[in-house]
C-alpha cells in the first residue's frame, strides 16, 4: 500500500520511501519501524508495540530504539525537537501525527505487482512433524524452487536481494517456494538440522501443493537437496535446473583450505551472528554478493539476521558443509540445466563443472560473474532467465 504524507510518498510493495522522485535510502529496520508507525497513525504506539511489530519480540536495547527512532524522523526530515510528524508522547511512546493519504505508486519507481503476484503463505508438516512454510505465486506452469542459504518468504519477498528475481519467476511459472526448517517461517525449534531433512522438507511441499510433474529450479546448496530429491522420484521432476550449486560441501572437498575456512566461517557465526552491528555477517555478504550496491548489501547483512537465530544458522551451514552427492549424479535422469558463474565465492566453478559432467547429457552455461545470489541489473540477468526459459520450453 502507498501513503503519502507531507513531501513523501512510502510504498510497502516496493519498500521505497521517495521525497519528490528521490529515492530516500533507509536501513530495513528504519523503514519497517516508519511502516508500522503509519498503519498505526491513529493511536500512540508503545515501546512494547514496536519490539513486537518491528523485531519479533526479540530483546532490543534502548540505544538501538532510540537510533532507529531518530534515523526515522531524520529521513522524513523531522527530529526530536520539532517533532511535526513523529510525536514523542511523555512516558506513552509515540504517535505519527502527520496527515496520511492512501496514493497511487510514484511513476519513477518500478511498477506494482499486479494482483496475481501477491504470493499465498501456506504451511505443512513434514515426517518429523516439522511445521515448513510455503508459497504459492503466479498462474503460469508450475515451477517448485528449493531452500537455499536462509530464506524467509515475506523478506525475501519484499527485499532488493530477491524480489526481481522472484517476480521474474512468478510472472512467467506459478512458482512454489519454501522456507527450510531452522529458518523463515518455519519452525526454527527443531531436533534435525540436516541434508536427509533437508530432502524431506522438499518432500512434504511437494505433497502439499498436489503436484504431479513440474520443473525443479535450486540454488546453491538447495542444487543437492534437488538431485536427491530427483534420484529419489524422477517420475516427478520433468527438468532440473541449478544454479551456483555444488555436489562437496566445504568439508568434502578435499581441500585443507575450505575446511579451514570453514571452521572459520562457523567461528564468526558463532561470535557475532545476532549482534545489531553487522560486521560479522558482512563477511557472508561480501562472499554472497560481492558486486552488491550499499543498498543490497545493508538488506543482505539484515535478511541473515533476521531470517534466523545464530544457533540455527550454525547447525544449517554445518549440514552444508558435510553435503555429499557426488555418487548420485550419474542417477540423475530428467534433464538438467546446469548454470554457473566463474567467480563464484561461495560455490567454486570447479563445482559447477563437477555436476555438469557428472549428470550424463546435463547442458551446462558458463557465466560471468562474482555475485553468487542473482541481483537485478547484473551482466549476465537477461542471459540466466532467457536460458532457464528455453529450457523450459524445450
Given amino acids: 500500500m502507498p501513503f503519502r504524507f507531507s513531501h513523501f510518498a512510502l510504498d510497502t510493495d516496493r519498500r521505497e520511501l521517495r521525497r519528490g522522485g528521490d529515492l530516500v535510502p533507509l536501513e530495513p529496520q528504519v523503514f519497517d519501524l516508519l511502516v508500522y508507525l503509519i498503519r498505526n497513525r491513529d493511536r500512540v504506539v508503545t515501546k512494547d508495540d514496536l519490539i513486537a ?126 522456507d527450510e526448517r531452522g529458518n523463515g517461517l518455519s519452525d526454527w525449534t527443531v531436533d534435525d538440522i540436516s541434508f536427509e531433512a533437508f530432502v524431506s522438507d522438499l518432500e512434504s511441499v511437494v505433497e502439499a501443493t498436489g503436484l504431479q510433474r513440474f520443473p525443479l529450479f535450486s540454488m546453491s546448496q538447495g542444487c543437492a537437496v534437488s538431485i536427491a530429491y530427483a534420484v529419489r522420484h524422477p517420475e516427478r521432476v520433468t527438468h532440473l535446473i541449478l544454479l551456483g550449486g555444488y555436489a562437496r560441501g566445504r568439508k568434502r572437498r578435499g581441500s585443507q583450505a575450505d575446511a579451514d575456512q570453514a571452521d572459520a566461517l562457523l567461528t564468526l557465526m558463532r561470535l557475532g551472528w545476532g549482534q ?81 559432467a557428472g549428470i550424463r547429457g546435463s547442458r551446462f552455461v558458463a557465466l560471468e560473474g562474482r555475485n553468487h545470489v542473482v541481483l537485478a541489473g547484473d551482466p549476465d540477468w537477461d542471459r540466466i532467465l532467457d536460458e532457464i526459459n528455453t529450457f523450459l520450453r524445450a
Fill in 276 to 356: 545489531e552491528n553487522p560486521a560479522f555477517r558482512q563477511v557472508y555478504t561480501s562472499l554472497f554478493i560481492p558486486g552488491g550496491s550499499t543498498e543490497q548489501m545493508q538488506w543482505m547483512n539484515e535478511l541473515q539476521r533476521r531470517t534466523t537465530s545464530p544457533e540455527n544458522a550454525v547447525r544449517i551451514r554445518q549440514a552444508m558443509n558435510d553435503i555429499q552427492v557426488e555418487d548420485l549424479l550419474a542417477r540423475v535422469t530428467v534433464p538438467t540445466l546446469v548454470l554457473h558463474r566463474r567467480e563464484d565465492a561461495v560455490a567454486p566453478f570447479e563445482e559447477g563443472r563437477r555436476i555438469a
Fill in 53 to 178: 511489530g518491528v523485531w519479533g519480540g526479540r530483546i532490543v536495547s534502548e540505544s538501538t530504539l532510540a537510533s532507529r527512532i531518530n534515523a526515522a524522523r531524520k529521513a522524513i526530515g523531522d527530529s526530536g525537537a520539532e517533532q511535526t510528524l513523529i510525536r514523542t508522547v511523555a512516558r506513552k511512546g509515540l504517535r505519527f501525527v502527520a496527515d496520511v493519504t492512501d496514493a497511487p505508486a510514484s511513476p519513477a519507481g518500478r511498477s506494482t505487482p499486479s494482483p496475481d503476484l501477491r504470493q499465498d503463505v501456506k504451511f505443512c508438516t513434514a515426517a518429523d512433524g516439522t511445521r515448513i512454510a510455503y508459497s504459492v505465486v503466479g498462474n503460469g506452469p508450475p515451477l517448485v524452487k528449493a531452500a537455499n542459504w536462509l530464506n524467509h518468504l515475506e523478506y525475501d519477498w519484499e527485499s532488493p536481494i530477491w524480489r526481481p528475481f522472484l517476480q521474474a519467476l512468478g510472472s512467467a511459472y506459478r512458482l512454489v517456494r519454501y
